[in-house]
């Protein structure tokens, strides 16, 4: 969703052109603006709560046991609702609690020793209580997705990964399928609205909806670059999460379904993969 000044806006337009699957994060603080789109939407009776799937995630800062309710309600009350459909680990790694969401000193950022097994208890307690109806993770490696299950009484139902023909993690969504954890893909367009000061100069090939390859499928299948980009994973069964900053970009996401790429098309999109990621976390 767009900068919060206008997420209200974009978000009840979403809702307005069908949308129904919300992704949001405690440390996007835009969750009070997103509660009143709902509840604006709720109130005209173009939705009921129960047609919305809404998803949001524990920040590190909150990973000590009496802090992971304390997270969630506070979503839970600036989104104005009484449960979430999906909660999620936003990141395998604690950082120190504190005001700010990336605490740093001398230019390193302050990381905990809470361990993220003993973090995943504290989710398994939230859906336990109703609060939550499934609970996930985001930004896990199949090492601790491994580690994860072997002491999970409840297995995460879904792991939130960066995923784009420039970083494929074929190995990833194999495990992931083996082992019954859906996929949810960010960044699908490589991020190119991301701030000045995460780029990374010429080493940064972000401009993955400007890539020929994609452009050419594009002009082939006589659709955008970012319709291709999308398909790409509805061709792989994996849920993703375009940003949209405008109406059209949120009537373009949606047109999708009505066309398929073929064999030759994943494999030319696969060929981009560089290992390259939008989203780079520092510890």
Not at 84 to 104: I, M, N, R, T, W
Not at 161 to 188: G, M, R, W
Not at 236 to 264: R, Y
């Amino acid at each position: 969703v767009a900068s919060s000044n206008r997420c209200q806006e974009i978000t009840e337009a979403a809702i307005a052109a069908g949308y129904r699957h919300l992704d949001t994060a405690h440390c996007y603080q835009v969750e009070d603006e997103l509660g009143k789109a709902l509840r604006s939407k709720i109130q005209q009776g173009i939705i009921r709560r129960e047609d919305m799937f809404v998803v949001s995630k524990l920040w590190c800062t909150y990973f000590a046991p009496e802090d992971i309710p304390v997270c969630l309600n506070k979503s839970l009350s600036d989104l104005q609702l009484d449960y979430l459909d999906l909660y999620l680990v936003h990141f395998p790694v604690g950082l120190q609690k504190g005001d700010e969401f990336f605490p740093a000193k001398d230019g390193k950022t302050l990381t905990t020793d809470i361990d993220y097994v003993d973090v995943w208890r504290g989710m398994e307690a939230l859906k336990a209580s109703g609060k939550v109806k499934s609970i996930g993770v985001s930004n896990f490696s199949i090492p601790q997705l491994e580690r994860l299950l072997s002491v999970a009484k409840v297995p995460p139902a879904v792991n939130q990964v960066e995923l784009h023909p420039y970083l494929v993690q074929s190995d990833l969504i194999t495990y992931c399928k083996s082992k019954n954890i859906a996929l949810t893909a960010y960044c699908p367009f490589g991020s190119p609205d991301k701030p000045k000061e995460m780029h990374r100069g010429d080493k940064d090939p972000e401009k993955l909806l400007e890539d020929p390859v994609v452009g050419n499928i594009a002009v082939k299948h006589r659709r955008t670059p970012a319709q291709i980009l999308l398909r790409y994973h509805i061709e792989q069964d994996i849920a993703t999460i375009p940003k949209c900053i405008n109406e059209v970009q949120i009537l373009e996401n949606k047109q999708i379904f009505d066309f398929s790429l073929d064999e030759e098309d994943m494999r030319a999109l696969r060929s981009l993969n560089c290992g390259w990621r939008a989203a780079i976390f520092e510890q």
